[in-house]
């Protein structure tokens, strides 16, 4: 990609990085991508988006080649120091999409930092409440996998390697306990659950499931695809996630104090 700034960001002992393309007085745009993933798999959705728009992709903490901490940090604690990584890239009123596990994360960041977000849009998201089990989703982990595109498989597997199996067995253990459907039940803004049709992760029922449980909320399909739809089909991608920037009204809560930080939430 051209025109794109790279930084590395440390708050409270998590490295981040991010890749953001800048553009004047337009929407934003936050993609967080899933566990065991980078911004790689965003490339392309990040280019349709940039067009028309400012659009910051963001590694975490042992993913895409970042240091991994001395600790495990929860979904919680992660959130919170992204939040702050958004502070320092001037981030405000964003829609922040999330793929995979990232809809975990900025679900719980949109709770703790509702100044930053205008909308959520879920990718995919996990993990269906009905089938939390990790072998349950190791399994359709592997079929999913098994129907991508060979160009795809091979930056998953590469992110995969660089990740390595004890910080995703670690992270993992978070992604099946969070409880995005309870979570999401008292979100501000507007929640988009998008998904390909074909996707054996985030199934239609587990979409609409989730949906119902936020306050206001819609579910999209794109057809003929599967839990990667956005590098399979990023200008559809694209599409759906302009119109919950349309839709939204911009936010006017007050931003948290970067020096006192964001006061927690319960998470059960």
């Not at 980078?38 to 349709?48: E, F």
């Not at 595109?149 to 969070?178: E, F, K, T």
């Not at 119902?212 to 990023?234: C, K, M, Q, S, Y």
Request: aromatic share 6%; proline share 7%; hydrophobic share 40%.
């Amino acid at each position: 990609m051209t025109g794109v700034t790279t930084q590395h960001h440390s708050v409270n002992g998590l490295a981040f990085r991010s890749f953001s393309t800048r553009r004047s007085g337009a929407p934003a745009y936050v993609l967080v991508h899933g566990i065991g993933m980078s911004h790689r798999y965003y490339t392309r959705l990040h280019v349709a988006l940039a067009e028309d728009a400012e659009v910051h992709a963001v590694d975490l903490p042992g993913f895409g080649g970042v240091p991994k901490p001395g600790w495990v940090p929860g979904i919680r604690e992660t959130a919170d120091a992204l939040g702050h990584v958004l502070d320092e890239l001037g981030v405000r009123d964003a829609v922040l999409v999330g793929q995979s596990m990232g809809s975990q994360w900025v679900v719980e960041l949109a709770q703790q930092r509702p100044d930053l977000a205008r909308g959520i849009v879920a990718l995919g998201p996990v993990v269906d409440s009905a089938r939390r089990r990790a072998l349950t989703q190791a399994l359709l982990l592997a079929r999913d996998s098994a129907l991508e595109p060979p160009r795809l498989n091979g930056i998953v597997v590469s992110d995969y390697l660089r990740c390595g199996p004890v910080w995703y067995a670690r992270q993992a253990v978070h992604m099946l306990r969070y409880p995005i459907e309870d979570r999401v039940a008292t979100l501000a803004p507007p929640l988009l659950v998008l998904r390909g049709s074909n996707d054996p992760i985030a199934a239609q029922e587990w979409a609409v499931r989730l949906a119902a449980r936020a306050p206001d909320a819609e579910v999209a399909v794109i057809t003929g695809h599967r839990h990667l739809a956005h590098f399979t089909a990023p200008r559809e991608t694209a599409e759906r996630i302009r119109a919950v920037s349309s839709r939204a009204r911009p936010r006017s809560a007050p931003a948290a104090d970067p020096e006192r930080g964001t006061p927690h939430r319960d998470v059960r």
